[in-house]
């Protein structure tokens, strides 16, 4: 997986494609977890340093790209866990 990470200068960008679906996963996994922090802005401030521990060879992304590759998971999250949030 840290190849297809690191792949990120490709024309094709896989990294980022990788990368993005990574945020996704781990965004959702902490929502149904209960994890989940009171901002989106918090939010993708924590995944990614998150992701920076985790795949510390991986390129660094910028805050504003996890934003946008959770934003739609954000905005489902009562979906997600009910009315409790």
Known sequence: ????LTD??????????????????????RIVAGGAPETLSEF??????WFKDTYPAAPAVSASFVEAAIRDTWHRRHEVIGSEL
């Open 1 to 4: 997986m840290i190849k297809d």
């Open 44 to 49: 993708a401030a924590q995944l990614s340093a």
């Open 8 to 29: 990120a200068g490709s024309t094709a960008r896989p990294g980022r494609r990788m990368a993005k679906r990574i945020f996704e996963i781990e965004a959702y996994r």
